[in-house]
């Protein structure tokens, strides 16, 4: 699990981020910070590796001093800077600090769904591997061109929503194989509307199909194909 802090001093916008958090697989809420100094008490007591940062906070000191701080005592601590704050400057500024995002309010659940599932997802890469290869880092550089692209419209009778659900299910079982069966057993979907999808994100390359022998009728397993993960996001 990736442990989060929401850094927030207004509570109806903690809220919506904390409700937006929890909707999304693989991240765990430490707490919700106020103020800068309660964020620092929360970053000597916990290990965070995720901080949903804002900008303009009271007090004397802003997110950005919060940022700095992380970066000048080398945490191991990602941020995502969450604001109101659209100054260009700003954003140049927490970048160039290694700001893993950048989402400024008003923003969509989609948006925020977008940057924590992209984190989560360069996240597990890195930390399952000790040595990376070109493609696998063109993958982690080159998603937000791959992204920027035009989405491709799905065959005939498939739908986003229900393509989203299927691929938010399968992510659980990670390095794992699994079946029909096994995306049906913890979802609402049919057997035969699940088979669809997985053929579709076999045929994009996104997993791999063997077909198991055994004992009864044969069965599909599948399992993901991580070089080719990003190509999901030209459908999502």
Not at 169 to 178: G, M, N, P, R
């Amino acid at each position: 699990m990736i442990n989060v802090l929401i850094v927030e001093d207004d509570p109806m916008v903690a809220k919506f981020n904390q409700t937006y958090l929890e909707g999304i697989k693989g991240f765990y809420l430490i707490g919700i910070s106020n103020s800068i100094e309660h964020a620092k008490k929360k970053l000597k007591e916990y290990k965070i590796d995720l901080i949903l940062l804002d900008v303009y906070m009271p007090g004397n000191q802003t997110g950005m001093d919060l940022l700095k701080q992380i970066r000048d005592e080398q945490r191991k601590t990602d941020v995502i800077l969450i604001t109101a704050a659209s100054e260009v400057n700003n954003i140049q500024n927490a970048l160039r600090m290694g700001a893993v995002d950048y989402l400024i309010k008003p923003f969509e659940f989609e948006r925020f769904k977008k940057a924590l599932i992209s984190y989560r997802e360069n996240n597990r890469m890195l930390q399952k591997q000790t040595t990376i290869d070109h493609n696998e880092l063109d993958l982690l550089l080159l998603k937000d061109v791959q992204e920027s692209e035009t989405k491709t419209p799905l065959p005939k009778g498939l739908t986003t929503s229900t393509l989203s659900v299927i691929y938010e299910e399968t992510l659980k079982f990670e390095d794992e194989s699994f079946s029909t069966d096994d995306i049906a057993e913890v979802s609402t979907i049919s057997r035969v509307s699940i088979r669809k999808y997985l053929t579709f994100l076999k045929d994009i390359g996104v997993v791999d199909e063997t077909l198991v022998y055994g004992i009864g009728r044969p069965v599909y397993q599948y399992s993901f194909n991580k070089l080719n993960l990003s190509r999901i996001n030209h459908y999502l």
